[in-house]
């Protein structure tokens, strides 16, 4: 046995019980655990957080960087996806997109309803596509509403995403179905709305400053919510 002295509150004590294979197992925990923490670290690095998180719950720490990992896939791929577009088949790019947005919904509402697994649904990169394609649909979408519609539209948008915000529990396998449908189709109606070529109130109030100002400090406020 190796003794070891210790100090606690001023006085020594000997630690008789700590033989050297327990130190040696000790140390190996503390590699393998520095070994496991390196591991989590690269997934984040490397933007494969969003399915180590679906598949194997890690990481833990930096959680936040699952929707990153998403949304960097989705810019990997995407140019390449428009550059073929714009190539062979410009004049379709709205349809296709819509399309897309709809194949995207069905695949998650597909994959929720085979595996019934809600992590493995919610965090992965191909099951969070819909919203992102739809987005992009609005960006190459010539129409735009005029003042009446676009108003309508905004309101009707914003009371559903307030709806959603207020009701939906997104701990919940039935907010990746029809509600996160809601969501999608919503926060693209609010974001025709403000892009009409005539300002709206509702325009106009998302232009305020202390609004402006909580859109710039966003994603610092995605994390705490994360703490």
């Given at each position: 046995?190796?003794?070891?002295?210790?100090?606690?509150?001023?006085?020594?004590?000997f630690?008789?019980?700590?033989?050297?294979?327990?130190?040696?197992?000790?140390?190996?925990a503390?590699?393998?655990?520095?070994?496991?923490?390196?591991?989590?670290?690269?997934?984040?690095?490397?933007?494969?957080?969003?399915?180590?998180?679906?598949?194997?719950?890690?990481p833990?720490?930096?959680?936040?960087?699952?929707?990153?990992?998403?949304?960097?896939?989705?810019?990997?791929?995407?140019?390449?996806?428009?550059?073929?577009?714009?190539?062979?088949?410009?004049?379709?790019?709205?349809?296709?997109?819509?399309?897309?947005?709809?194949a995207?919904?069905?695949?998650?509402?597909?994959?929720?309803?085979?595996w019934?697994?809600?992590?493995?649904?919610?965090?992965?990169?191909?099951?969070?596509?819909?919203?992102?394609?739809?987005?992009?649909?609005?960006?190459?979408?010539?129409?735009?509403?005029?003042?009446?519609?676009?108003?309508?539209?905004?309101?009707?948008?914003?009371?559903?995403?307030?709806?959603?915000?207020?009701?939906?529990?997104?701990?919940?396998?039935?907010?990746?179905?029809?509600?996160?449908?809601?969501?999608?189709?919503a926060?693209?109606?609010?974001?025709?709305?403000?892009?009409?070529?005539?300002?709206?109130?509702?325009?106009?109030l998302?232009?305020?400053?202390?609004i402006?100002?909580?859109?710039?400090?966003?994603?610092?406020?995605?994390?705490?919510?994360?703490?």
């Amino acid at each position: 046995q190796v003794p070891l002295v210790g100090v606690n509150q001023g006085r020594l004590g000997f630690l008789t019980d700590l033989t050297l294979e327990n130190m040696q197992d000790s140390m190996a925990a503390m590699l393998d655990g520095k070994f496991v923490t390196e591991q989590r670290l690269l997934l984040s690095v490397l933007y494969l957080s969003d399915y180590s998180k679906a598949f194997w719950d890690h990481p833990t720490h930096l959680i936040h960087t699952w929707s990153l990992s998403v949304e960097e896939h989705f810019y990997l791929i995407w140019p390449f996806v428009v550059l073929a577009i714009s190539r062979y088949c410009p004049r379709h790019a709205l349809r296709i997109f819509l399309l897309a947005f709809v194949a995207a919904t069905a695949w998650r509402m597909a994959d929720l309803e085979i595996w019934d697994n809600l992590k493995q649904t919610y965090y992965r990169f191909d099951t969070r596509l819909s919203g992102l394609i739809l987005g992009a649909a609005v960006a190459v979408m010539p129409w735009r509403p005029g003042p009446r519609t676009a108003s309508a539209l905004g309101l009707a948008s914003l009371a559903a995403l307030a709806w959603s915000f207020a009701t939906l529990d997104r701990t919940s396998e039935e907010s990746l179905m029809l509600p996160a449908l809601l969501v999608d189709v919503a926060a693209a109606g609010l974001v025709l709305s403000v892009s009409a070529p005539h300002a709206t109130r509702l325009a106009r109030l998302l232009s305020w400053r202390p609004i402006v100002y909580i859109g710039v400090i966003s994603y610092p406020l995605y994390l705490w919510h994360y703490l």
